[in-house]
């Protein structure tokens, strides 16, 4: 499996990292340099990655309160491929998603380790759930879901389900980047949004990602799909055959 090549993947990340610090993406990301510096040590893809950090400071009129004025998103990200990368079963056998948002009034308020200014929190988290039978409710294998131990103890005013969780297919560091940047990034306000997304190095890596991991998984939709994990009644158990 090509795209599974680890020395493709690093040359994808060395390009990445150049993308991101050339066209000024704002956030921390030496995670992303520490990985390259470790990845020749590698067999594998593979990597566990907890400190990526995206800054915003210009928001779009639908957040609430209005009076927020920076936030940053915290991805923690774990990525582990199979040994055998069967063609007929989902490659990662390990994988967490989680992103984490804390929103500020101020820009001082994030930086200063003793403010007293209140910090609000969102957070989602893109699960992996092997056994999709015999649940109490839909359980898509890859899924989205609101909410997290975090959000549970922000507000007692606060009501938080467990459901629904919402089919997505699992993502690489580079589609993972790609998720935040189109959802969170006002494209309007940070010019780097649009200037990657025309960028034809930034195209290729993120084909390549979605070649590794969205082909098969949308391959659940084919009739003549023959794969043993991403099948529809999996991926999208909502839906009837």
């Known amino acids: 499996m090509d795209s599974w090549d680890l020395r493709n993947f690093r040359n994808d990340l060395s390009i ?17 340099d520490t990985l390259l510096s470790e990845i020749d040590d590698k067999q594998l ?19 609430k309160p209005l009076n927020l004025n920076y936030c940053v998103i915290h991805l923690n990200h774990m990525l582990m491929c199979s040994d055998s990368l069967d063609r007929e079963l989902d490659p990662l056998h390990k994988y967490v998603f989680d992103i984490s948002i804390s929103a500020f009034k101020s820009v001082s308020a994030f930086k ?27 359980h898509p294998t890859y899924h989205f879901q609101f909410g997290g131990k975090k959000m549970e103890l922000i507000d007692d005013e606060m009501a938080l389900l467990s459901s629904p969780r919402i089919p997505h297919p699992p993502m690489d560091i580079f589609l993972g980047f790609h998720f935040i940047f189109s959802n969170y990034y006002n494209n309007k306000k940070f010019n780097f949004v649009n200037l990657l997304l025309e ?15 969205w082909t098969p998984y949308f391959k659940a939709f084919d009739s003549t799909n023959t794969h043993q994990d991403f099948t529809i ?9």
């Open 16 to 32: 990445f990292i150049d993308l991101i610090k050339n066209n000024e993406v704002t956030g921390d990301f030496s995670d992303l």
């Open 45 to 63: 893809i593979e990597y566990d990655l907890r400190n990526i950090m995206f800054y915003i400071n210009k928001f779009t009129p639908v957040v």
């Open 112 to 138: 200063s380790v003793s403010s007293i200014e209140k910090a609000y929190y969102s957070s989602w988290h893109h699960d992996r759930h092997l056994n999709t039978q015999n649940v109490k409710y839909t």
């Open 199 to 213: 960028n034809r190095d930034y195209q290729n890596i993120i084909k390549r990602a979605q070649k590794r991991l």
């Open 233 to 241: 009644n999996k991926i999208f158990p909502l839906y009837l055959s």
